[in-house]
């Protein structure tokens, strides 16, 4: 399993970022996905999941509104947009495989992450 997130980066509150995660090296397809951040001096926080056929997201209550989960099975690329950023998203962003279920579980696979800053 290998997973490489980009598209992080540094931004204004209120802003934008799309995080991209390229998956190789297992059936993409059969896997649901999901977005995991880690702050400073926190543990790692579950953001958002999606289905295998990408029709069903769930998001935490903190980006509910705000963030947009998507996949393109085809290219076996999972997507976060991320809009009217806040300060307190500022995290190491990592995409894994599974859902909210196995990330409470500890049993996922994930990718080195990528930064996301916001700040004024």
């Known amino acids: 399993v290998q997973l490489v997130e980009s598209g992080g980066g540094m931004v204004q509150p209120g802003g934008s970022l799309r995080l991209s995660c390229a998956a190789s090296g297992f059936i993409f397809k059969l896997f649901e996905m999901s977005w995991v951040r880690q702050a400073p001096g926190k543990g790692p926080e579950w953001v958002s999941g999606i289905n295998t056929g990408g029709g069903i997201p769930w998001y935490a209550d903190s980006v509910k509104g705000r963030f947009t989960i998507s996949r393109d099975n085809d290219k076996n690329t999972l997507y976060l947009q991320m809009n009217n950023l806040k300060p307190e998203d500022t995290a190491l962003y990592y995409c894994?495989?599974?859902?909210?279920?196995?990330?409470?579980?500890?049993?996922?696979?994930r990718g080195q992450g990528t930064q996301v800053t916001v700040s004024s």
């Open positions: 894994t495989t599974g859902s909210e279920v196995t990330f409470r579980y500890g049993k996922y696979s």
